[in-house]
């Protein structure tokens, strides 16, 4: 005697495996690429950057120089050839803070009135009044491809 699923089983599997079809694939669709290329790099260094989620790690980044658990910390060689970093992230808001070490210290030189020696930057672009920007200022949306093109500056840069 042959065992035939009734349509009510038939439709329970079907509905089953489709479910977890799409719920599979959203779960994929939650990441998403960001390219962050670097522009007015004078020679290759170490660059040093943190890629942060929320306003209490960027400014433990960015204030105290140090790592937050809520960033993603990174140091890579970077060249004039190729000034870009990818990363694979989860949608939300980031914010991004970078320098560039060129003398192999691990940290960002600073004059004697605390002013940025080496190349600095933040996503967006943004520059603040007198110290670093605000998460505010500099965070942006991952909720697909994105990209953030990120000019170096040194010392304390003029207001446009």
């Not at 120089?65 to 004039?80: P, W």
């Not at 605390?114 to 930057?121: D, Q, S």
Request: charged share 25%; with cysteine.
């Amino acid at each position: 005697m042959k065992n035939y699923l009734s349509n009510y089983e038939r439709f329970f599997w079907i509905s089953l495996i489709l479910s977890s079809l799409i719920f599979t694939t959203k779960s994929f669709s939650e990441e998403a690429n960001l390219k962050i290329n670097i522009s007015n790099l004078e020679k290759p260094g170490v660059l040093y950057f943190s890629i942060c989620r929320d306003q209490a790690g960027f400014e433990k980044t960015v204030k105290g120089e140090a790592k937050a658990k809520t960033c993603i910390n990174s140091a890579e060689e970077i060249d004039l050839k190729n000034p870009e970093i990818n990363f694979i992230l989860h949608h939300g808001e980031y914010a991004i803070t970078l320098f560039v070490d060129f003398n192999g210290n691990k940290e960002m030189d600073k004059n004697f009135l605390g002013i940025p020696k080496e190349p600095y930057g933040f996503s967006n672009n943004v520059i603040g009044k007198m110290s670093a920007p605000p998460f505010d200022q500099a965070k942006f949306l991952v909720a697909g491809p994105t990209m953030q093109n990120i000019e170096l500056r040194i010392g304390i840069p003029k207001q446009d």
